[in-house]
């Protein structure tokens, strides 16, 4: 048996199902790819940080129920909808605004604490993840065991999937860091990768539109 009585079998294909949706497209995996592009490696891992402590928050909700909740609650849900799109596109306009600022001079300007905060709230935002905890990981729950340990568990394996998974992306996005040495092309690249958040923020909300409660 693995952890809290689930077989490994299940742990192991619900890790497998855990990496196909985080290898989806998504706001996640785009957002940390601008930051580390355009800000590095350095503050793309803090906000893989905050990003992991999101995803283990919601998990904790949805074994306390309180996910289960927030997606029967048209309410509560658009609320968390809404929310969302608006930090996006506000995440998006502070990328244009600095985009004219030397990469050094922005990057050594922001703590890495702060972007750790922007993964955090986008995640606690995000009506999408308490949809995944609610729709998907109970179907690998035994009812015969105690449920709360077991979707703990699964909600541990799932944010270590997406935190390596997320890593990754900042480590191969980190590598572009060099295309934006010259002024020019930095600030042409840093507002094309703006424009990209925005393209996501509205592709989050009319995705949302269509798996709301």
Known sequence: MGLAGIDISVLMAFAGTAMLIELTPGPNMVYLAVVAASQGRRLGFAAVAGVALGLALVGIAAALGLAALINASPVFYQALRFGGVGYMLWLAWDAWRDADEPVQQVAHGIAARTYFRRGLITNLLNPKAAV????????????????????????????????????????????????????????????????????????????TTLSQP
């Open 132 to 207: 995944f905890y609610v729709a998907i990981l109970p179907s690998f729950v035994d009812p015969a065991l105690p449920v709360v340990p077991q979707t703990l568990a699964l909600s541990a394996v799932f944010v270590a999937v997406a935190t390596i998974i997320h890593a990754l992306i900042v480590g191969l996005a980190g590598t572009a860091q060099v295309l934006l040495e010259d002024p020019k092309r930095s600030t042409f690249i840093r507002r094309a990768l703006a424009l990209a958040l925005v393209g996501v923020a509205l592709w989050f909300g009319w995705s």
